[in-house]
């Protein structure tokens, strides 16, 4: 093998295609990286503690009370008569009815009964 080079492969690129190491904007791990250094992103968002004390969480009692904003109050039963189209709830019943249908595509389809009504639910993505 005298006069043949021998090159390292990065694996699935082609010899002379390959590229220098860069993952999402951060330099390769070559040594010349300070030792703990912090990303740009990361030392922009701050601590945790000035994170949460920006959205107002400073004593104990502020993370205890705190609610999400995207907060679903799931402990009210809603009656299915009194759904709206377009609203979501939460609906308890029996299931009276349910079969797999196949049109087009397999679908579970399964009607539920309370005191004020039925509702026919589908799902399409189901095993």
């Known amino acids: 093998m005298e006069g043949s080079a021998i090159r390292s492969r990065t694996p699935g690129v082609r010899p002379g295609k390959q590229k220098?190491?860069?993952?999402?904007?951060h330099a390769a791990d070559n040594g010349t990286a300070a030792?703990?250094?912090v990303p740009a992103r990361a030392a922009a968002l701050g601590t945790p503690a000035e994170r949460a004390a920006r959205i107002g969480l400073v004593r104990d009692w502020d993370f205890l009370l705190h609610l999400p904003l995207r907060h679903i109050d799931e402990t009210s039963?809603?009656?299915?008569?009194?759904?709206?189209?377009g609203t979501s709830g939460q609906v308890e019943g029996d299931?009276?009815?349910?079969?797999?249908?196949?049109?087009?595509?397999?679908?579970?389809l399964v009607r539920l009964r309370?005191?004020?009504?039925d509702l026919l639910l589908r799902w399409v993505n189901f095993y």
């Open 20 to 25: 220098a190491a860069h993952v999402a904007g």
């Open 35 to 37: 030792a703990g250094a």
């Open 77 to 85: 039963i809603t009656a299915v008569a009194s759904l709206a189209p």
């Open 95 to 108: 299931i009276v009815d349910a079969q797999v249908s196949v049109r087009g595509r397999r679908q579970l």
């Open 114 to 117: 309370d005191a004020s009504g």
